[in-house]
């Protein structure tokens, strides 16, 4: 079985300050790595995933997370936040090389507030 | 393209009654997820349908029911409404993954609350 657990229930930034999302997983086999954006009233969007290969990922909208096997992490950063990235994240995982989405599990979210 | 579309987008249901929430996916997709966002507890998986079959369920009781039709969309029945059923309940599709990554998309969601 895996989890995901994300410390921070809220982070508050201010505007053009960087920002860091902090996700850990536990499992015992290979997994891939997700990070969702939901913001108010939608669905989620796919920020970025780590499936294989560089442990550095870039995703949309200027974030970008690295996975570290080490240290079982999956932290979500932004070098300068916009008014417009405050949303709920959530960090998600899987077991590498299983078919459908039944098996992601999905963390509690991170409110991200970016005070202008 | 369209992409997954939920129905309605809010729902108000009294204890005891039953809820039927729709889900359309994009076209191609053959598989379809459901998961219940109760706040503060994240997403639940709640079922997995792929090709009309039911192939996976999580750890929710059986008055959550659902199915999917040949055209690949998809209805959760949600039967003896409980106060704690209150949350959004999100419909994701996707290829079918055959041992591989495929991305999954989300709807927007119908937020049920039960009175």
């Known amino acids: 079985a895996q989890s995901v657990t994300q410390l921070d229930s809220q982070v508050p930034v201010f505007e053009e300050a960087p920002v860091e999302l902090r996700c850990n997983y536990s499992s015992s086999v290979s997994v891939y790595l997700f990070w969702y954006v939901q913001y108010p009233n939608q669905g989620l969007q796919l920020l970025l995933k780590?499936?294989?290969?560089?442990?550095l990922v870039k995703g949309i909208n200027g974030f970008e997370a690295e996975f570290n096997k080490s240290q079982t992490s999956f932290h979500l950063r932004k070098p300068s936040v916009h008014i417009s990235d405050t949303a709920e994240y959530f960090c998600a995982v899987s077991r590498a090389y299983t078919g459908g989405y039944q098996k992601v599990t999905f963390g509690t979210g991170t409110k991200l507030q970016v005070i202008p | 393209e369209a992409g997954v579309t939920q129905s309605p987008t809010h729902l108000i249901k009294t204890r005891g009654q039953q809820a039927t929430l729709r889900c359309s996916p994009i076209s191609g997709h053959t598989s379809v997820y459901w998961y219940q966002q109760a706040l503060g507890l994240g997403l639940q998986f709640l079922l997995w349908y792929d090709e009309g079959e039911e192939r996976n369920r999580g750890n929710f009781p059986p008055r959550f029911s659902g199915r999917q039709f040949p055209n690949y969309s998809s209805e959760l029945n949600v039967n003896a409404l409980e106060l704690e059923d209150s949350a959004l309940y999100l419909c994701?599709?996707?290829?079918?993954?055959?041992?591989?990554?495929?991305?999954?998309?989300f709807g927007q969601g119908t937020r049920l609350t039960v009175v």
């Open positions: 780590y499936l294989s290969g560089s442990t």
């Open positions: 994701a599709s996707s290829l079918k993954g055959k041992g591989r990554y495929t991305e999954a998309f």
